[in-house]
């Protein structure tokens, strides 16, 4: 992939593969303004979850994968423009990527409310519960810290799934190069 790639190189690829151009909320709109750090973090957080695996580092592996995740669900939560939620026996709070101390259970929850699909939510639930278990009660319960091996390929897809349903649900076509361009916008393509 070229190094410098543009809004008039993502058309032509859109073309040449038969494809639209679509955009998700920015990163900026997230409230992450380093897009250039991001990105790049995102891409080693994918890696370092195949290393921490294959090294059986199942914390810091399931710990990756939610981080990955997350992205996905605020992306979710901003395209439905979800920018509240509600703190216990508090006022609303923003949602602020880095500044808000949402749980990830509590942004599972607005996705739900927000029309997420039941069967997604029902799979970050599980990740949800089994990043508790090992996290918090690993001590305290009875598994071998193994067990993630049996649930790896569950597990696994949960990222990729969660991304491409918020890419379906959530993404609005570009119909041409003005439309983006700012830094931090994402965009993809897909028929």
Same mark, same amino acid.
């Given at each position: 992939?070229?190094?410098?790639?543009t809004?008039?190189?993502?058309?032509?690829?859109a073309?040449?593969?038969?494809?639209?151009?679509?955009?998700?909320?920015?990163?900026?709109?997230?409230?992450?303004?380093d897009?250039?750090?991001?990105?790049?973090?995102?891409?080693s957080?994918r890696?370092?979850?195949?290393?921490s695996?294959?090294k059986?580092?199942?914390?810091?592996?399931?710990?990756l994968?939610?981080?990955?995740?997350?992205?996905?669900?605020?992306?979710?939560l901003?395209?439905?423009?979800?920018?509240?939620y509600?703190?216990?026996?508090?006022k609303d709070?923003?949602?602020?990527?880095?500044?808000?101390?949402?749980?990830?259970g509590?942004?599972?929850s607005?996705?739900? #409310?927000?029309g997420?699909? /039941?069967?997604l939510?029902?799979? $970050?639930? &599980? %990740?949800? *519960?089994?990043?508790?278990?090992?996290?918090?009660?690993?001590?305290?319960?009875?598994?071998?810290?193994?067990?993630?091996?049996k649930?790896?390929?569950r597990?696994?897809?949960?990222p990729?799934?969660?991304?491409e349903?918020?890419f379906?649900?959530?993404?609005?076509?570009? #119909?041409?190069?003005?439309? /983006?361009?700012?830094?931090g916008? $994402?965009? &993809? %393509?897909? *028929?």
């Amino acid at each position: 992939m070229k190094e410098n790639y543009t809004t008039k190189d993502i058309f032509e690829d859109a073309i040449r593969q038969n494809k639209r151009v679509f955009k998700l909320p920015s990163l900026p709109e997230l409230g992450l303004n380093d897009s250039q750090s991001f990105f790049q973090k995102f891409e080693s957080i994918r890696k370092k979850a195949i290393e921490s695996y294959n090294k059986n580092c199942y914390i810091e592996y399931i710990s990756l994968l939610l981080m990955t995740v997350e992205v996905y669900l605020r992306i979710f939560l901003k395209g439905k423009k979800v920018t509240k939620y509600k703190k216990k026996k508090k006022k609303d709070e923003d949602i602020i990527f880095g500044k808000d101390d949402i749980t990830f259970g509590q942004i599972i929850s607005l996705c739900e #409310k927000n029309g997420f699909d /039941i069967s997604l939510i029902n799979e $970050l639930r &599980y %990740l949800n *519960k089994k990043r508790t278990d090992y996290i918090h009660h690993y001590l305290s319960k009875s598994f071998p810290y193994t067990e993630l091996e049996k649930d790896k390929n569950r597990i696994s897809n949960i990222p990729k799934n969660i991304a491409e349903y918020v890419f379906n649900n959530v993404g609005q076509e570009v #119909k041409s190069e003005q439309e /983006i361009g700012t830094t931090g916008d $994402l965009v &993809y %393509l897909r *028929k």
